[in-house]
């Protein structure tokens, strides 16, 4: 549990050339989603919480491994229902965030070329649902925290996804499992350190829209400019 599985079964193959992967994996925030460099670190600001001694306490006993993951994420949004978080505060924190440019026309052109697409994030399901509502249609895999809501809109519960961080390659290697496939098969694109992991075991990695200087420096391609498309000149 923790995590979404789509898969959607595509037999579309290029009539000229060939894949060079089977599979891509995006990160979100950063990435397909511009706007937002980390959704916690975003709402916790617009809720004043960023420097809360409790938000500082659960992050660092997180890191050191005092509690699990989970046990994170509900501790912070145990916090932030504190300062008022909802479904429409969130929504309201997170009004800069839009679709990166060209994120439509990259998805929709590496469908037709044949690609399984997965979602390896530590985001959160009510951004992607707001900002690409169609997403179940376009990834076969999304691996993201799922937030629930009651009916008005409190926060339930978080179902917490075990791949973020340095299990983000976890999940790779899960997808992989499934597929039938090699991870030198699979093209992986994200922004910051906490993609430093999957990125070290993926066969082709782009830093794109980077804040990390590692990752830049062990991608195979780092692309600056804020342009999807600009990925599938290497896909």
Do not use: Q
Request: hydrophobic fraction near 40%; charge should be negative; proline fraction near 2%.
């Amino acid at each position: 549990m923790g995590y979404l599985i789509f898969k959607n079964y595509i037999n579309y193959k290029p009539e000229n050339g060939y894949m060079k992967y089977d599979l891509v994996i995006f990160d979100l925030d950063g990435t397909i989603i511009d706007g937002v460099e980390y959704i916690w670190k975003t709402i916790h600001e617009f809720l004043g919480i960023e420097d809360h001694p409790k938000r500082i306490e659960h992050r660092d006993k997180f890191m050191t491994k005092e509690i699990s993951y989970y046990d994170w994420a509900k501790k912070d949004l145990d916090l932030m229902v504190e300062y008022g978080a909802d479904r429409a505060k969130i929504l309201e924190s997170l009004k800069a965030a839009t679709v990166m440019n060209g994120a439509h026309e990259t998805l929709k052109e590496l469908k037709k070329r044949g690609y399984k697409l997965a979602i390896i994030s530590g985001s959160m399901n009510v951004l992607l649902e707001e900002l690409l509502p169609e997403y179940k249609e376009v990834f076969d895999y999304v691996f993201i925290n799922k937030i629930f809501f009651d009916e008005n809109g409190k926060i339930k519960d978080v179902e917490a996804t075990p791949f973020d961080m340095e299990h983000k390659k976890t999940g790779l290697l899960k997808i992989c499992k499934i597929e039938g496939i090699k991870p030198d098969s699979v093209a992986f694109v994200g922004d910051h350190k906490n993609d430093l992991e999957i990125a070290k075991i993926a066969g082709f990695t782009i830093s794109f829209n980077s804040k990390s200087e590692e990752l830049n420096k062990i991608a195979d391609v780092v692309i600056e400019k804020k342009d999807l498309t600009e990925i599938l000149k290497y896909l």
